[in-house]
């Protein structure tokens, strides 16, 4: 069980590292995609970034429920698969001019299909998580999980400097290799799920319990087990999420107004402090996601000392008093860049202070 719990805990750490990598090296590779193919239109830009956003929707709903009843391991594994087969998809993309698709829209298809995977990502890694865990440790594992946003932020900055530094990438090739390496990542997670992990006890007990307490009922009156197995199990989830409405809506509504933050500032980071495709516009973010990482090793050290709802109440707090910092100070020079290296410093302190509150309390709660 601790072996497993392990094991779950760091493959579902990589695949975040993954997840996160894909889901932001378009960050990185859209000043590179605008030299090469044209600035994008608004919708063009919106719908290439939120594309993957869409899909991550549907994939949390998707997956997490398909999960209840055919199990974690299985789609575990799928989910990592599908995140590297459209990364691939990606990276081979060009415009059809049979469908009147250009390289934006192309793209645009590919990242939601690679959203549908991160999005069942997600609550599969949280749920396989806690269910191989003990008490004691399931916290400390579901940190370690989330840890792994922290190896894909940095991974994505680095690479696109390693490609445009000393391998003097060109940008027709640098956003394919962007791309393409992401869907190596995702499929080497996905093998090691598929030949190392298991299907979590807790869920495979849960499945037992169901069919034995059938088998019971059944007995004595077998015309009422014909037509009770196929609807109670439906109604037995209906009813616990109706037991737990309350915890629901506080953190189904807490989580979508938090997103509208990282997810709205983190994709378009780039664009808020514009620079130089390629080297430049992967130092800032690099920068950026450095001075966050510290609030990642804070997560884990403060996970199984102090309650969650504290933790994100004061994150948010913080993430608050930086932004009004921020609105205070913002001004643009007379090319519309945002000035200072100071500026950029609160901008990532803010991702440091969302990192060790809502940013793992919000994955860590529902689990």
Known sequence: MRSQGSLTAVLSCFGLMADIYDFGIVNLVRPVLEAEYGAMTPSQDALLTGSALLGAIIGQLGFGAAADYIGRRGLFVSTAALVGVASLGSACAGAFPPMGLSIYAVLTIWRFL???????????????????????????SLAVAFSGMALGQLLAPSLIMLLDGPMNVSNA???????GFGAILALIVAALRYLVLRETQAWSAA????????????????????????????????????????????????WLLYDVVPYGTGLYSTTIFPAKPGMASAEVVLYINLISL????????????????????????????????????????????????GYLSIFAFQRCIDAMGPGVATFRIPG
């Open 114 to 140: 690679m959203g549908l995977g991160i999005g069942g990502e997600y609550p599969l890694a949280a749920a396989c998580v806690a269910e191989n865990s003990d008490a004691a440790s399931s916290a400390t």
């Open 173 to 179: 090739n640098l956003w394919r290799y962007a791309f």
């Open 207 to 254: 499945q037992a319990a169901s069919s034995d307490s059938r088998v019971v009922t059944a007995a004595p009156q077998a015309v009422a087990a014909s037509q009770a197995p196929p609807s109670r199990p439906f109604r037995e989830k209906v009813a616990a999420l109706k037991a737990m409405k309350w915890s629901l809506v506080a953190t189904v509504g807490g």
């Open 294 to 341: 510290p609030g990642y090793a804070g997560a884990i050290l403060c996970a199984s000392r102090f309650r969650m709802k504290y933790i994100q109440l004061f994150g948010l707090l913080g993430m608050t008093l930086c932004f009004s910092v921020l609105t205070l100070l913002h001004k643009k020079d007379a090319i519309g860049n945002v000035n200072g290296i």
